[in-house]
C-alpha cells in the first residue's frame, strides 16, 4: 500500500500566498501620494529611503514599487552629487569587535 505524499503548506491555515504571521503588504507610499517624480531636493523624503549606514534601501525594506524605487535610487544618487545627502554615514565610536585590523 502506497503512502499519500502530503503538500507542504496543506498544514498551514488561511490563504495560499498570504504571510503566516498575519503582516499586511506594504504599499508604495508614493503611489498612495499619486507622486509622478521623486524629487532630489526634497531630502526628508529620501532620507526614509537610505540606511543609517547611508545604504539605498531595498523595494522589500522600504514598500516602494518598482518605478519608485527606480526613481529612489536616482534621486538619493542625485542627492549626494549636489551634497545634500551624505554617501556614507559619520563615523561613530570605534567598535573593536567588528572585524579590521588589530592594533597593538
Same mark, same amino acid.
Given at each position: 500500500m502506497p503512502k499519500s505524499k502530503a503538500r507542504a503548506g496543506a498544514? @498551514? $491555515?488561511g490563504r495560499p500566498g498570504r504571510p503566516v504571521d498575519g503582516a499586511r503588504r506594504r504599499y508604495c507610499s508614493f503611489c498612495k501620494e499619486k507622486? +509622478?517624480?521623486?524629487? #532630489? $531636493? +526634497? !531630502?526628508s523624503a529620501l532620507r526614509r529611503f537610505v540606511s543609517e549606514r547611508g545604504k539605498i534601501k531595498t *523595494? @522589500?525594506?522600504s514598500g516602494a514599487c518598482r518605478r519608485? %524605487? *527606480? %526613481?529612489?535610487?536616482?534621486? !538619493?544618487k542625485r542627492a549626494r552629487e549636489m551634497a545634500l545627502?551624505? #554617501?556614507v554615514a559619520a563615523p561613530a565610536a570605534r567598535d573593536e569587535g567588528r572585524g579590521g585590523r588589530r592594533r597593538g
Open positions: 498544514s @498551514r $491555515k507622486v +509622478d517624480e521623486v524629487d #532630489y $531636493k +526634497d !531630502v *523595494r @522589500r525594506v519608485h %524605487q *527606480r %526613481q529612489i535610487a536616482v534621486a !538619493v545627502l551624505p #554617501y
